[in-house]
Nanobody, 127 residues
Framework: QVQLVESGGGLVQTGDSLRLSCAAS????????MGWFRQAPGKEREFVAA????????RYADSLKGRITISRDNAKNTVYLLMSSLKPEDTAVYYC????????????????????WGQGTQVTVSS
Protein backbone atom coordinates (compact mmCIF):
# COMPACT_ATOMS: atom_id res chain seq x y z
CA GLN A 1 0.00 0.00 0.00
CA VAL A 2 1.23 3.47 -0.92
CA GLN A 3 -0.34 6.69 0.27
CA LEU A 4 0.30 9.84 -1.71
CA VAL A 5 -0.14 13.44 -0.64
CA GLU A 6 0.25 16.27 -3.13
CA SER A 7 1.10 19.85 -2.21
CA GLY A 8 2.29 23.05 -3.79
CA GLY A 9 -0.73 24.05 -5.81
CA GLY A 10 -2.26 27.50 -5.68
CA LEU A 11 -3.25 30.60 -7.59
CA VAL A 12 -0.54 31.98 -9.85
CA GLN A 13 -0.34 34.37 -12.76
CA THR A 14 0.40 33.67 -16.40
CA GLY A 15 4.11 33.16 -16.89
CA ASP A 16 4.80 32.12 -13.32
CA SER A 17 6.49 28.93 -12.23
CA LEU A 18 5.28 26.42 -9.68
CA ARG A 19 6.68 23.29 -8.09
CA LEU A 20 4.33 20.54 -6.99
CA SER A 21 5.38 17.88 -4.53
CA CYS A 22 4.02 14.42 -3.87
CA ALA A 23 5.04 12.74 -0.65
CA ALA A 24 4.67 8.96 -0.52
CA SER A 25 4.42 6.63 2.41
CA UNK A 26 5.76 3.10 2.41
CA UNK A 27 9.17 1.54 2.20
CA UNK A 28 8.83 0.44 -1.41
CA UNK A 29 8.57 3.89 -2.97
CA UNK A 30 11.71 3.36 -5.01
CA UNK A 31 10.15 0.37 -6.79
CA UNK A 32 7.23 2.39 -8.21
CA UNK A 33 7.14 4.51 -11.29
CA MET A 34 5.61 7.85 -10.41
CA GLY A 35 3.45 10.04 -12.57
CA TRP A 36 1.61 13.33 -12.66
CA PHE A 37 -1.76 13.72 -14.31
CA ARG A 38 -4.17 16.63 -14.41
CA GLN A 39 -7.88 17.08 -14.83
CA ALA A 40 -9.56 20.31 -15.82
CA PRO A 41 -13.28 20.90 -15.25
CA GLY A 42 -15.35 18.96 -17.76
CA LYS A 43 -12.34 17.18 -19.19
CA GLU A 44 -10.80 13.76 -18.77
CA ARG A 45 -7.71 13.15 -16.70
CA GLU A 46 -4.64 13.63 -18.88
CA PHE A 47 -1.06 12.53 -18.58
CA VAL A 48 1.52 15.16 -17.69
CA ALA A 49 4.77 13.39 -16.84
CA ALA A 50 6.23 10.19 -15.40
CA UNK A 51 9.51 9.05 -13.92
CA UNK A 52 10.79 5.49 -13.54
CA UNK A 53 12.42 3.84 -10.54
CA UNK A 54 15.53 5.60 -11.63
CA UNK A 55 15.19 9.34 -11.89
CA UNK A 56 17.05 9.18 -15.18
CA UNK A 57 14.05 7.78 -17.02
CA UNK A 58 11.31 10.27 -17.69
CA ARG A 59 8.40 10.77 -20.07
CA TYR A 60 6.50 13.96 -20.82
CA ALA A 61 3.28 14.87 -22.56
CA ASP A 62 4.24 16.26 -25.95
CA SER A 63 2.15 19.37 -25.44
CA LEU A 64 4.03 20.24 -22.24
CA LYS A 65 7.61 19.40 -23.17
CA GLY A 66 9.97 22.24 -22.45
CA ARG A 67 7.81 23.70 -19.71
CA ILE A 68 7.79 20.90 -17.18
CA THR A 69 10.33 18.78 -15.33
CA ILE A 70 9.59 15.73 -13.23
CA SER A 71 12.06 14.50 -10.65
CA ARG A 72 12.14 12.19 -7.68
CA ASP A 73 14.10 11.88 -4.46
CA ASN A 74 13.92 8.29 -3.27
CA ALA A 75 15.61 9.19 0.00
CA LYS A 76 12.72 11.55 0.76
CA ASN A 77 9.99 9.41 -0.84
CA THR A 78 8.98 12.44 -2.86
CA VAL A 79 8.33 13.22 -6.49
CA TYR A 80 8.25 16.74 -7.86
CA LEU A 81 6.78 18.51 -10.85
CA LEU A 82 8.30 21.83 -11.81
CA MET A 83 6.15 23.85 -14.19
CA SER A 84 7.22 27.08 -15.83
CA SER A 85 5.67 29.64 -18.16
CA LEU A 86 2.27 28.70 -16.82
CA LYS A 87 -0.80 29.45 -18.93
CA PRO A 88 -4.48 29.70 -18.02
CA GLU A 89 -5.04 26.39 -19.84
CA ASP A 90 -2.79 24.73 -17.26
CA THR A 91 -5.52 25.30 -14.70
CA ALA A 92 -6.53 21.90 -13.34
CA VAL A 93 -6.37 19.57 -10.40
CA TYR A 94 -2.99 17.85 -10.50
CA TYR A 95 -2.79 14.26 -9.29
CA CYS A 96 0.17 12.16 -8.36
CA UNK A 97 0.09 8.43 -9.05
CA UNK A 98 2.24 5.40 -8.26
CA UNK A 99 2.52 2.50 -10.68
CA UNK A 100 3.90 -0.95 -9.97
CA UNK A 101 6.17 -1.69 -12.89
CA UNK A 102 8.57 -4.52 -13.56
CA UNK A 103 11.48 -2.54 -14.91
CA UNK A 104 13.39 0.50 -13.77
CA UNK A 105 13.00 2.32 -17.07
CA UNK A 106 9.21 2.06 -17.45
CA UNK A 107 7.30 5.32 -17.35
CA UNK A 108 3.62 4.63 -17.99
CA UNK A 109 1.45 7.37 -19.46
CA UNK A 110 -1.86 5.53 -19.13
CA UNK A 111 -3.86 6.31 -15.99
CA UNK A 112 -5.17 2.73 -15.68
CA UNK A 113 -1.62 1.49 -15.07
CA UNK A 114 -1.40 3.45 -11.84
CA UNK A 115 -2.29 1.62 -8.66
CA UNK A 116 -2.41 4.46 -6.14
CA TRP A 117 -3.46 8.09 -6.37
CA GLY A 118 -3.25 11.17 -4.22
CA GLN A 119 -6.17 13.47 -3.53
CA GLY A 120 -4.95 16.12 -5.94
CA THR A 121 -3.83 19.72 -5.64
CA GLN A 122 -5.51 22.62 -7.42
CA VAL A 123 -3.48 24.81 -9.74
CA THR A 124 -5.17 27.94 -11.03
CA VAL A 125 -3.44 30.22 -13.51
CA SER A 126 -4.95 33.66 -13.91
CA SER A 127 -4.61 35.66 -17.12
Amino acid sequence: QVQLVESGGGLVQTGDSLRLSCAASGRTFSSYAMGWFRQAPGKEREFVAAVGWSAGYTRYADSLKGRITISRDNAKNTVYLLMSSLKPEDTAVYYCGAARVDAYYKTPSEAYKYDFWGQGTQVTVSS
